[in-house]
């Protein structure tokens, strides 16, 4: 089993539509999760940290299920600007130094007018 | 301020050649991080650094070797280029470790042929 498994995609959805992303992590020492964010042939960019109370950053929503070892990313009033692969992140600790973070391959959204 | 700057931004190399991807960032980040991204693969870390003179193997580290003589720089060495180290190369660099949010360059797309 991966350690940072993720459905590739791509999701096409209309703009305006809500879509969301799985992401489950194999670890469940995992300290921290992220999503990141990355446009075609660009460098991944932080879209939101994932707190076990979930949080909301105006339109993205991030979720946490450390019992299902899951966490989720919903996308609301999806805009055509929102197209990018959509990179879920996890932290499992620090060894001596160095950030722990083992990256999904990726899940990519394709927000179409 | 420019953040983490990477170059060349693409390069074309014959096995067996040898170069250098320089890294710099103006932050004063203490740790710094190399990663290769791979068609379809999630970010793998080459090397790290947690501070001016100290580097430290990631998960893929055969056939790179790094320094850190200044906080500022982490120049990645190709010796003796392969066609396994086709890949994009992401320089990154985060003010602490342990799940801290990561500043990435833009990358470098190398093709050994």
């Known amino acids: 089993r991966k350690e940072v498994e993720q459905d590739p995609g791509p999701f096409n959805v209309p703009e305006g539509a809500t879509v969301a992303f799985n992401c489950t992590y194999s670890n469940s020492a995992s300290q921290s999760f992220f999503w990141y964010r990355q446009d075609c042939r660009k460098e991944p960019k932080l879209l939101m940290s994932v707190y076990s109370s979930g949080n909301e950053d105006g339109r993205f929503t991030a979720q946490l299920n450390r019992a299902s070892q899951y966490i989720s990313l919903l996308i609301r009033d999806s805009k055509l600007s929102d197209s990018a692969t959509y990179l879920c992140v996890v932290n499992w600790g620090v060894t001596g130094g160095g950030n722990k973070l083992t990256f999904g391959t990726g899940t990519q959204l394709k927000v179409e007018l | 301020n420019a953040g983490v700057t990477q170059t060349p931004k693409f390069r074309i190399l014959k096995i067996g050649q040898s170069m250098t991807l320089q890294c710099t960032q103006d932050?004063?980040?203490?740790?710094m991080y190399w990663y290769r991204q791979d068609p379809g693969m999630g970010l793998k870390l080459i090397y790290y650094s947690v501070g001016a003179g100290i580097t430290d193997k990631g998960e893929v580290p055969n056939g790179y070797n790094v320094s850190r003589s200044t906080t500022e720089d982490f120049p990645l060495r190709l010796e003796l280029a392969a066609p396994s180290q086709t890949s994009v190369y992401f320089c990154?660099?985060?003010?602490?470790?342990?799940?801290?949010?990561?500043?990435f360059g833009s990358g470098t797309q190398l093709s050994v042929l």
């Open positions: 932050m004063n980040h203490n740790y």
């Open positions: 990154a660099s985060s003010y602490r470790q342990g799940g801290e949010k990561l500043f």
